[in-house]
């Protein structure tokens, strides 16, 4: 399984961006797909996920400015980031928890390669 991740760049406080990532590879059941980000010296924290059933989690600090969507049937999550805040500087990581195959036993995790987002203020 592979996370593809794209998007992220430098942009100036206000503005937006938006991340991409497609998963690929032996996917019998993809659970959930989410991104994270992790800030210097910080820890990797969530920043929205999307449950194959729609539910989505948004962390309280993006909430009202980051828009979390996916597509089942193309296996991408999209993150759509607005009025960003040099807060929001960080190395935002792809993520998915899946089963790999029908015999599976238990939920897999994987991460993509990590894309930077700067915002500067």
């Known amino acids: 399984v592979q996370l593809q991740a794209s998007g992220g760049g430098l942009v100036q406080a206000g503005g937006s961006l938006r991340l991409s990532c497609a998963a690929s590879?032996?996917?019998?059941?993809?659970?959930?797909m989410g991104w994270y980000r992790q800030a210097p010296g910080g820890q990797r924290e969530l920043v929205a996920d999307?449950?194959?059933?729609?539910?989505?989690n948004y962390a309280d600090s993006v909430k009202g400015r980051f828009t979390v969507s996916r597509d089942n049937a193309k296996k991408t999550i999209l993150l759509q980031m607005s009025s960003l805040k040099p807060e929001d500087t960080a190395v935002y990581y792809c993520?998915?928890?899946?089963?790999?195959?029908?015999?599976?036993?238990?939920?897999?995790?994987?991460w993509g390669q990590g894309t930077q987002v700067t915002v500067s203020s």
């Open positions: 999307v449950h194959i059933s729609g539910d989505v």
């Open positions: 993520s998915a928890v899946l089963l790999s195959t029908g015999r599976s036993i238990s939920w897999e995790k994987y």
């Open positions: 590879g032996t996917i019998y059941v993809l659970k959930t």
